[in-house]
């Protein structure tokens, strides 16, 4: 088993409007050279949670990060209206949250940020603001979220 102190969530990037499935995942990611999806595991509309790729292999999900990290990626992240913004349905948040708690029962110990939590320090005060944030996947703040309730 390969060392994993890191769990990364994500959004698709795609209009919550529309299916994309765990098929069209894997053609978008080998179309960019990939081989196969990048994340770990992907979470339809339903709430289906979909292995795309095996916990062992080192995911392609967080540059600089994939070697010992696990990546979830939840269906959507845009509005109907072409907008980033946080589309997860009530299935989608039920899943994530199990899914996050079994996998922290596999790792202990390890951090639960959102993909965007990952973006360089640009002021260096050792705080990730939003100002900062390259990319505003996953549209939510999932430490807050993860570790409420």
Known sequence: MRAVDLIVVHCSATRADRDFTEHDLEVCHRRRGMNGPGYHFYIRKNGD???????????AHARGY???????CYEGGISQSGRPADTRTVWQK????VLVRV???DYPGCRVCGHRDLSPDADGNGEIEPEEWVKQCPCFDVSKEMYSK
């Open 94 to 97: 039920h899943s994530l949250r």
């Open 66 to 72: 994939n070697a010992r990290s696990i990546g979830i």
């Open 103 to 105: 996998l922290l029962a």
């Open 49 to 59: 949670i979909k292995m795309t790729r095996p916990v062992e292999k080192v995911g």
